[in-house]
């Protein structure tokens, strides 16, 4: 009876996702992004993992910058009661983030958030995500010391690398 019992479990990544997860089933997998150097700084490599949780009911993705130098969790999931994809962003850096996401397209979204605990005087964060057959750019502006941030833009491309938490 063992046998029969574990031959029929499921992986959660072959579960669908629901259906108001489903735009973000091109994004699963290995992703990374090397980010423009800036004013003699060194080197920033960002390595992101997106994956079903949950029965297909969440996204998982899971990011590390230069080996676990920083890193992060995101839960994304549909709230019923809002109506709305709302997601929470938890750092090793001690702080947290909450947020929705407005789908704009099959291939584009908006992610709001609001920043608690950011050290650097973030409070919110906006930033836009577009998906291509080879690659995901994100364009981001933080609301800093009252001042929004000029977007930085960045591209991802499919990894083989692994996210590292230090």
Same mark, same amino acid.
Request: aromatic content about 14%.
């Given at each position: %009876?063992?046998?029969?019992?574990?031959?029929?479990?499921? /992986?959660?990544?072959?579960?669908?996702?629901?259906?108001?997860?489903?735009?973000?089933?091109?994004?699963?997998?290995?992703?990374?992004?090397?980010?423009?150097?800036?004013?003699?700084?060194?080197?920033?490599?960002?390595?992101?993992?997106?994956?079903?949780?949950?029965?297909?009911?969440?996204? *998982?993705?899971?990011? =590390?910058?230069?080996?676990? %130098?920083? $890193?992060?969790?995101?839960?994304?999931?549909?709230?019923?009661?809002? !109506? !709305?994809?709302?997601?929470?962003?938890? +750092? +090793?850096? $001690?702080?947290?983030?909450?947020?929705?996401?407005?789908?704009?397209?099959?291939?584009?979204?908006?992610?709001?958030?609001?920043? +608690?605990?950011?050290?650097? $005087?973030?409070?919110?964060?906006? =930033?836009? /995500?577009? %998906?291509?057959?080879?690659?995901?750019?994100?364009?981001? /502006?933080?609301?800093?010391?009252?001042?929004? +941030?000029?977007?930085?833009?960045?591209?991802? *491309? *499919?990894?083989?690398?692994?996210?590292?938490?230090?």
């Amino acid at each position: %009876m063992a046998f029969f019992s574990t031959s029929l479990k499921v /992986s959660a990544d072959s579960l669908p996702f629901i259906d108001e997860l489903k735009i973000f089933e091109p994004y699963l997998g290995n992703w990374e992004a090397v980010f423009e150097e800036k004013d003699g700084q060194p080197t920033v490599i960002d390595v992101s993992r997106w994956e079903k949780a949950l029965n297909g009911t969440t996204l *998982r993705t899971l990011h =590390s910058i230069n080996n676990g %130098m920083y $890193g992060g969790e995101s839960l994304i999931f549909f709230d019923k009661s809002k !109506q !709305q994809l709302v997601f929470y962003y938890f +750092t +090793t850096a $001690g702080f947290y983030t909450q947020g929705t996401i407005e789908v704009l397209s099959d291939n584009s979204f908006v992610a709001y958030e609001e920043v +608690t605990g950011n050290k650097d $005087g973030i409070t919110k964060v906006k =930033s836009t /995500s577009t %998906m291509s057959p080879d690659k995901l750019t994100v364009s981001t /502006s933080y609301l800093k010391n009252g001042q929004w +941030t000029e977007p930085e833009s960045r591209t991802y *491309r *499919r990894s083989d690398k692994q996210v590292k938490f230090k």
